[in-house]
């Protein structure tokens, strides 16, 4: 399985690892929601860091089929037919932060997204698959969220809504839903808290990735379920 195509398409963060190695939790997870993964020797996550994957779409991007998806999809397709694709998937709901903290890939961060080593608050999981074939174990090494050793946490003063708070806090995520979902709200199609972090801000997406992600539908009816909710 030639798993480098991945990095030619854009998707250039991937980690693997044997299904006996992965913790009880998610196990128990995938075991719950009738996921095949006792028949497969492999999990591999993958996603992107960066621009790279947004210059590889094709644009204007037409919401309505799920391109980022769709385009995850068929490149995991190009490795072989003997893979199970579980993320993206309709029916079943990945714990994709739980694998990727187990595989290093991320830590949580003070915003509550994840924080990558490598890119900072400017990645995204994007792809989750089992396989029979015994890819060779591959994990990130281990690291502490950047949130931690961060002087300035300009994030906590950037957001209008008060919705951060300091280490070992839950980000108040009815407040920010609050703000972003009011007229002429600054943070309509872009968040500046995020906007405002220093670490791997050369990653930074583009003004027009962002107002993308900000401004789907499927993110807009969930930001919606939140807006009436308090803290």
Known sequence: MKTENLLNSGLNIFAAVEVSKLPKDILEIFTAQKIPYADNDTLCLIGHGGRDLWDHLTHPLNEKIHPIDNYSIKAMQKLGANIQILFPHQEWNIP?????RFLNISRQS???????KDFGLWFAFRGAFLTREKIKEFKYESFISPCESCETKDCISACP???IALSGESLKLGSCANHRTLKDSSCADRCLARLACPYQREHQYKLEQIQYHMTRTEHLKKLSSYASKKG
């Open 96 to 100: 994709l932060q739980r694998i990727g």
């Open 110 to 116: 003070l915003l509550g997204i994840d924080i990558n």
């Open 161 to 163: 809504a008060a919705a």
